[in-house]
Structures are given as C-alpha cells and as structure tokens.
C-alpha cells in the first residue's frame, strides 16, 4: 500500500512501552487507507518517565491524539485538562485528545471495547440480567468494571491476588461492586452471567488456577489478554462447554471510538481488521 505524506496529513498513533508489538497500527492505517482519509496513524515508544514530557510536546494541533498503553495510562490520565467520567472512575485514560486550542482531553475507551467484544461474539448477553466477575484489580480491571456498572449489572465480583487490591477498586465503584481473593473464587463464580479475566498474568505465561467450573454452565468467559488469541483460560473455559469472548474483538472494540475522536468517521466496515490482527499475531481465526 502506498500513500503520499503530504503536508496536510494528519497524525494519530498508539503510545506505550514496549509498542513494537502493538496492533493499532495496523487497525487504523486500514481503516484510514479504506476512508481514504489524509492521515496516518503511527507508533510512539517514549522513554521511561518521559511520557509528560513527550505529551507536553504534542499539544496545539501537532497531533490529533494518542491511544495509550502500558505503561502510561496513570500518567495520561494526570496529562489530561479534562477527564471524562468513565476514564476517571477507571482511574487510567487510554485515548488522549489533542486541541488545537493547546488542551488535552483524557478518556478511556477500554470499557466500550469490552462490552463490543461482548455484543460481536456473544449478542444475547445481556450485562443487566445478572453478576459479574472481574479477575484483576489493574486499570483493565478497573474499565470493565465501571464499564459493567454504568450498562446496569446488578452486581460486579472483583477477584484479585491482592484482596486489599481489589477492596479499594470495589470500594470506589459504590454498593453494586463487592471484592473475592482468588481463594474465594468459587464463591464469586456463582450465579455469574460472565466472567472477564483482566490480568496480566498471560504476558508472563503465567496461568490462572481457578476453578471455572463452578460457573453457570450459561456463563460467558471473556479473556482481555490476545497473545495467544486461545489462551490457556478461554481453552479451559471451552473445555467445560462455557462460550467464550476473546481479547482481540476488544481491542477493535476500543479502536472504533479513538478512531471516531481522531478523525471525526466511523471505522469503515469495508476492510476485516481482525482477519489482518490475526495474521500479524500468526494465529488461526
Ligand atoms: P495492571 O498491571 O494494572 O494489573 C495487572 C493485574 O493482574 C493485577 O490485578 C495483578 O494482581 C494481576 N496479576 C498479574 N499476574 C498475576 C498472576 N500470575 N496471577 C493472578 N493475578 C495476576 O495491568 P492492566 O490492568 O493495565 O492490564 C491487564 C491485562 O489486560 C494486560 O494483559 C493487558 O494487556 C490487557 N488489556 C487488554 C486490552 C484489550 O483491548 N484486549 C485492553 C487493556 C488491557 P496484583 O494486584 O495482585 O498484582
């Protein structure tokens, strides 16, 4: 694909530390190639404690916004002029506006992958019909669960190694959030409708021991992690007949937004990006 950089194109990109692996890229420069918009959409791998610094060096227009993502969404969000609501309950912002005006807008867009992902891979889910649990207390962790809060879940479990962890997630988030270490994980998975894993501890080929079978066998299994695009959770998940939702149509569930506040279109559907996701990360649709 060839495109001419002029000196009216616009720029957008994804910021994080590593980001040579990222797949953003890939998502919006399809989309823009397909939108035939003038603009292209790049990585960022600012260094260390640098990213105020390197955000600091974007406003006025020289970009027209930045996804953000580990380890950077804390410090997006103490960037940011204006927050919105959910990014701030989330406590993380993981898509930065820039105005021509000099100011930053920080959201986080998280939340709305997650529940897209749902809608796409599991359409008669429905958040309001019962509880849900959330393993993780990270900024992941956090999106989803204010996410599934403001869609009207009845209840939200967060399980997390660290209880006192999760008890401070569950505490900002008010009466409908309650906290389980993962010992009390069977407990948690009771009654559930889904059951999201927001760890991290994929990336470290680490697994997570818990016992899905205690979950409805109408349950849905959600894993936020896409390397693998199987991960040994959703495997086991698949193992005990539960449907399951992967991490991938979430990360496309949260571009469709970043690239709506950068360049003012919906995505067009013409171009399948999960097909080209899958065949950058080398795994089988
Ligand atoms: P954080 O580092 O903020 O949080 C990590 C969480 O994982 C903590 O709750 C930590 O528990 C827990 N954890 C780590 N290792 C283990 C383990 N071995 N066993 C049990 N729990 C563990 O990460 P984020 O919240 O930013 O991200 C979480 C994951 O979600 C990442 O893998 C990230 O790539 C993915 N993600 C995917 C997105 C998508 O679009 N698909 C979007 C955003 C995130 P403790 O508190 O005890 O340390």
């Not at 960022?44 to 930045?66: K, Q, Y």
């Amino acid at each position: 694909m060839s495109r001419k950089i002029t000196g009216a194109t616009a720029v957008a990109g994804v910021a994080g530390a590593p980001v040579r692996h990222s797949l953003s890229p890939i998502i919006h420069n399809a989309w823009i190639a397909a939108a035939e918009i003038d603009a292209v959409y790049v990585p960022f791998a600012p260094c260390g404690d640098d990213f105020h610094r390197f955000a600091e060096g974007l406003r006025g227009g020289v970009i027209r916004g930045l996804n953000v993502t580990v380890p950077f969404k804390e410090a997006a969000l103490s960037v940011s002029d204006d927050v919105s609501e959910r990014a701030a309950l989330a406590g993380a912002v993981n898509l930065l506006v820039f105005d021509e005006d000099g100011r930053i807008t920080g959201d986080n867009v998280d939340g709305l992958g997650l529940l897209g992902a749902f809608a796409a891979q599991a359409p008669d889910f429905d958040p309001k019909a019962g509880p849900v649990v959330i393993i993780g207390a990270g900024g992941a962790a956090r999106g989803a669960a204010a996410a599934f809060i403001a869609a009207g879940a009845p209840e939200v479990r967060i399980i997390n190694r660290t209880l006192a962890k999760a008890e401070i997630v569950a505490g900002a988030l008010g009466r409908r959030a309650r906290a389980y270490s993962l010992n009390g994980a069977a407990i948690a998975f009771e009654e559930v409708t889904a059951v999201i894993n927001a760890t991290s501890a994929g990336l470290s080929q680490e697994t997570l021991d818990l016992p899905l079978d205690a979950t409805p066998k109408a349950a849905i299994v959600m894993d936020m992690t896409y390397k693998p695009l199987d991960t040994p959770f959703l495997k086991q998940a698949q193992t005990l007949q539960r449907r399951t939702v992967d991490g991938l149509e979430m990360l496309i569930g949260q571009a469709g937004p970043s690239f709506e506040a950068f360049f003012g279109r919906t995505p067009p559907k013409s171009v399948d990006v999960r097909a080209l996701c899958i065949e950058a990360l080398g795994a089988k649709a």
